[in-house]
C-alpha cells in the first residue's frame, strides 16, 4: 500500500524535511468508547494524504471523512472512436482513455524562474493552450483545460550545489553531471520517451527517442543548474529547424534524514 500509492503535497514535505511519516498513515481516533484507525489512504488506496488534507477533502466532496474509501478525486473511461480509410472507406475502432477531475481538483505543476522576465510569457503560453488543448486527439474534444496560481502551495526549497535533490520531472543530465547518477545515495529509474513534432500543415514525424530519468528520481545536485536540452528532431527527414526535448531538472531539496531512511 505504501509503495503504490501517491503522497499529498503535505506528506511529501512531511518526509522531505526528514520526519517519520509512521503516523501520518491513519489517525487515531474514538468510537462508542473503542480506539479505532481511520486510515489515510483515499481513492482506493492511491492516494495518501494527512488527516487534515482528508477532512478538507471530504468536506469538499461532502463525504463522512471517516469514509476514505469512499473519497474519489478523479474518475477514468475508455472512449471509442473509428477512422475511416480514404481510399478503401474501410473502418478502423480504436480506443483511448479519459481522466476527469471532480470539481475542486486537478493536476498541479512547479514553475522555478532562473529569471522573472519569463513570467509573463508562460502566463501567456498557458492562456494560449486552454484555447488549443494539450496532448494528442484534440480535435476529438481531448485536452482541455484552465489554469489557475495556486497562491497556498507548500513552499519547496531548491537542492543547493553538492547536495540531494527530489525531482519533479524528467531528467537529461549532460556527460559532466553523470555522477548525479553513481553518488551513494542516488536513487532513480529511466524512461525511453519519444513522441511526434511536427509544423501547421506538414506531416507529422517521429522524434528521436531519449532515454531520461523519470520523475520521482533522487540524484546527486553537483550544479545550481542541472541537465539540458536534448535535440529530438529525426535525423532522416527531419524538420527544417531544431526540436528540443527539455531535460533541465526541477528539483527539491531532501533533509539528509529522509536519504537514510530510504537506504536503511
Known amino acids: 500500500m505504501l509503495a503504490t500509492s ?5 506528506i511529501l514535505s512531511h518526509w522531505l ?22 486510515s489515510n489512504f483515499i481513492h482506493g488506496e492511491r492516494i495518501w494524504v494527512t488527516s487534515n488534507e482528508r477532512k478538507a477533502i471530504a468536506e469538499m466532496l461532502d463525504k463522512p471523512a471517516d469514509e476514505p474509501h469512499n473519497m474519489r478525486i478523479w ?3 475508455v472512449a471509442p472512436h473509428v477512422v475511416v480509410d480514404r481510399h478503401s472507406n474501410s473502418p478502423n475502432l480504436f480506443h483511448t482513455g479519459r481522466v476527469y477531475f471532480v470539481p475542486g481538483c486537478g493536476l498541479w505543476f512547479d514553475v522555478r524562474y532562473l529569471s522573472t522576465q519569463w513570467q509573463d510569457d508562460i502566463k501567456a503560453v498557458l492562456n494560449v493552450m486552454t484555447d488549443s488543448g494539450i496532448g494528442g486527439l484534440r480535435s476529438t474534444g481531448h485536452g482541455a483545460f484552465r489554469w489557475d496560481a495556486w497562491s497556498d502551495a507548500v513552499p519547496f526549497t531548491a537542492p543547493k550545489p553538492e547536495t540531494y535533490g527530489l525531482l519533479l520531472n524528467r531528467l537529461a543530465p549532460t556527460s559532466r ?9 542516488a536513487t532513480y529509474r529511466l524512461a525511453t520517451i519519444g513522441g511526434w513534432c511536427g509544423n501547421d500543415g506538414e ?6 527517442r531519449v532515454r531520461l530519468l523519470t520523475e520521482g528520481s533522487i540524484v546527486h545536485w ?10 529530438v528532431n529525426p535525423k532522416s527527414d527531419g ?7 527539455f531535460g533541465f531538472g526541477l528539483g527539491i531539496a531532501v533533509n539528509p534524514k529522509a536519504l537514510e531512511a530510504i537506504h536503511e
Do not use: F
Open 6 to 10: 501517491r503522497p499529498s503535497e503535505q
Open 17 to 38: 524535511q526528514g520526519h517519520s511519516l509512521a503516523d501520518q498513515i491513519a489517525e487515531k481516533s474514538k468510537a462508542n468508547g473503542t480506539d479505532i484507525a481511520i
Open 75 to 77: 474518475s477514468e473511461e
Open 177 to 185: 553531471q553523470m555522477n548525479a547518477l553513481t553518488a551513494e545515495k
Open 203 to 208: 506531416q507529422p514525424r517521429k522524434r528521436r
Open 222 to 231: 553537483p550544479d545550481a543548474i542541472l541537465g539540458q536540452l536534448v535535440d
Open 239 to 245: 524538420l527544417a529547424h531544431q526540436v528540443y526535448r
